[in-house]
């Protein structure tokens, strides 16, 4: 079963966290509370579903890397 990722991403607003079906949230302000803010709905989504979800995260040098997993 394919991970579904949740994606946070520096913007000229904060640091925003994507759905893993394309959505986004608001901005939050400093990628640690993007993180935890990203996390939090990554374990929610597999509670509920029971699928395998993740959190990847752009760096500013253009590398993406996942740095939380459920499931």
């Known amino acids: 079963m394919e991970r579904e990722l949740f994606s946070i991403e520096q913007s ?19 990628p640690l509370v993007a993180l935890e803010h990203a996390e939090q709905l990554a374990c929610a989504r597999h509670r509920s579903t029971g ?21």
């Open 12 to 30: 000229a607003r904060g640091w925003v966290v994507y759905t893993a079906n394309g959505g986004n949230e608001p901005p939050d302000p400093t």
């Open 51 to 71: 699928r395998p979800t993740g959190v990847k995260m752009k760096l500013r040098c253009g590398d993406t890397v996942l740095v939380a997993c459920h499931g």
